[in-house]
Nanobody
Framework: QVQLVQSGGGMVQAGGSLRLSCAAS????????MGWYRHAPGNERELVAT???????NVADSVKGQFTISRDNAKNTVFLQMNSLKPEDTAVYYC??????????????WGQGTQVTVSS
């Protein structure tokens, strides 16, 4: 498994910005993809953004133009920059890593979760 340690998040007023970080315990270039999900009370866990090992980024339509995913391979860290935050962005955000080991085993690892609360 890979350990994913999240930081950032917290409480912000609507219109504000936050940046989440996810530091991996191993080389993220070896990850097939890393991403961010969020889970709001009463809702299903929602995919927010992903970035592949070669840096191809995809962002959910619901946050397109608002959130940006990026990575720093030298620091084995993935970021989620969240701008123009709205109360409906309030959720617990989870970092995710999908990768395959040398023996072909597929892994799907998760960070500990970070609460983001946006007040109106």
């Amino acid at each position: 498994q890979v350990q994913l340690v999240q930081s950032g998040g917290g409480m912000v007023q609507a219109g504000g910005s936050l940046r989440l970080s996810c530091a991996a315990s191993r080389n993220i270039v070896s990850m097939n993809a890393m991403g961010w999900y969020r889970h709001a009370p009463g809702n299903e866990r929602e995919l927010v953004a992903t970035i592949t090992s070669i840096g191809i980024a995809n962002v959910a339509d619901s946050v397109k133009g608002q959130f940006t995913i990026s990575r720093d391979n030298a620091k084995n860290t993935v970021f989620l920059q969240m701008n123009s935050l709205k109360p409906e962005d309030t959720a617990v955000y989870y970092c995710n890593a999908k990768w395959r080991s040398a023996d072909g085993t597929n892994y799907n690892d998760w960070g500990q979760g970070t609460q983001v609360t946006v007040s109106s």
